[in-house]
């Protein structure tokens, strides 16, 4: 049984589950949304909330942090500078998930992950 288990393993070993993961959270901060798989979204999106989180207290140790995560300095500086203000009121909840269907070869369900 999987009780109080922290992550699912999208079955991928774990430095190259981590790699699609930052991925995926690089994609979403640049381009406002990404398509991808259900667990793969419910999983990114766990990563990105903390991220976001991360950028509302705007000081050195959470850039360090968000950098060491998305390895992109470009990136980082752009949340740091919009992402503040755009979640100011927020207490939580910046992403949504939103089912788009399946996929055409292997019938797995897709999502799209944009920020709200």
Known sequence: MRHRKGNSKLSKPADQRMAMLRSIVRS?????????????????????????????????????KAESVLHDKAVVTTIFKSFPERFEGRAGGYTRIIKIGRRLGD???LARLELV
């Open 28 to 64: 979403l901060f640049l381009y406002g949304h990404v398509n991808v798989t259900l667990t793969r979204a419910k999983e990114a999106r766990r990563m990105a909330e903390k991220l976001i989180t991360c950028t509302k207290s705007n000081d050195l140790f959470s850039r360090r």
């Open 107 to 109: 019938a797995a369900p």
